[in-house]
């Protein structure tokens, strides 16, 4: 009853508009039929777990019974998160607050949570600072995010309290980026999302992604950013950047710069950063760490304790059709 119980749930939510979207854009970029795209949609969903947004990212159009069954869907996704994570202790990940005081060391920047300070502490905050990173206090896919230039500090007390009606939780100074990571994509801090497991089999780094933002202020992909593969043993970028829209890049659209094979700077302390941080919390078994890079070494972004499930889909990154699911399997049983 498990995926068929999940399948109808999600069935009830469905937003079929969107899936007729869908196959519609399918259609135009593969020439199977719509009513074909729109059957095999509902298929994966009842077999994989797969939405209409997987099957789209992952390209299912074109795999076979075999490789869909490799792919990381939604339904498969939270699985993994519901055995793995207690929903009990979510919160240190989720409160935005709560991870950059448990994590300070990581963070390594300094931060104010604006409910738990007066106009009187932001306004020391904010003196001396160039522009600084606002965050709703919950969230994800940078959602809400908003970056401050000096020249609107104004009145503290006013600008406090607008950050606060418009849901902003807490106010970070910038972090300054690897000018080798600047070179991608200069607008945004480009962060790598490293996914750590603590299985049943074995414990350590089951992904690791270099986040590219292209124009925006995020580099997320739901804001229009750019993915590439990183080799876990090297630091590396070893496969081209790809985006949710399918796009796939050699090089960068906006700065040119080759994206295959650069080297992250400081991987192994990055690494071995998240390592140790999956011991925090242990309830949290699976936990999806963005890392940005500075010229001293590597800091915490955030954490996820229900990680995207997107960028480990793109299909520019699995030529062969065989997803990440096994990756998995050598930490746990699936």
Not at 51 to 74: C, H, M, N, S, W
Not at 176 to 188: D, E, K, Y
Request: proline share 5%; net charge positive.
């Amino acid at each position: 009853m498990g995926k068929l119980g999940y399948f109808f749930r999600r069935l009830r939510k469905m937003d079929f508009p969107a899936m007729l979207r869908t196959a519609n854009l399918l259609h135009r970029k593969a020439g199977k039929p719509r009513l074909w795209l729109m059957a095999d949609m509902a298929r994966c969903g009842l077999r994989y777990g797969a939405g209409y947004v997987d099957y789209k990212i992952a390209e299912f159009y074109r795999l076979t019974p075999k490789q869909r069954a490799t792919q990381i869907t939604r339904g498969v996704s939270n699985g993994i998160v519901a055995r793995m994570n207690d929903k009990a202790h979510w919160h240190f990940f989720d409160n935005k607050a709560e991870f950059n005081a448990l994590f300070a060391a990581q963070v390594n920047r300094d931060w104010i949570d604006l409910a738990a300070s007066d106009a009187g502490q932001f306004a020391a905050f904010l003196r001396g600072k160039g522009p600084v990173i606002c965050k709703p206090i919950e969230g994800s896919s940078g959602q809400g995010i908003q970056k401050v230039e000096p020249e609107t500090f104004g009145d503290a007390a006013k600008l406090r309290a607008r950050l606060l009606s418009e849901g902003i939780g807490i106010a970070e100074e910038c972090v300054v980026q690897h000018p080798a990571l600047a070179a991608l994509c200069p607008t945004s801090v480009n962060t790598i999302r490293i996914a750590t497991l603590l299985g049943d089999k074995k414990e350590g780094i089951v992904y690791a992604y270099l986040r590219i933002g292209n124009g925006a202020v995020m580099d997320n992909v739901d804001c229009g950013g750019i993915a590439a593969p990183v080799d876990l043993q090297s630091g590396a970028l070893c496969g081209v950047g790809a985006d949710k829209q399918g796009n796939a890049y050699e090089r960068h659209p906006m700065t040119g710069a080759r994206i295959p094979g650069t080297v992250i700077p400081y991987w192994k302390e990055a690494a071995d950063m998240c390592l140790a941080a999956s011991k925090v919390v242990p309830q949290v078994r699976f936990v999806a760490w963005d890392v940005a890079i500075t010229a001293e070494g590597p800091v915490f972004i955030e954490g996820n304790s229900f990680p995207s499930h997107a960028i480990p889909q793109f299909a520019a990154h699995f030529p062969d059709g065989i997803g990440i699911l096994p990756r998995f399997e050598a930490f746990i049983d699936l």
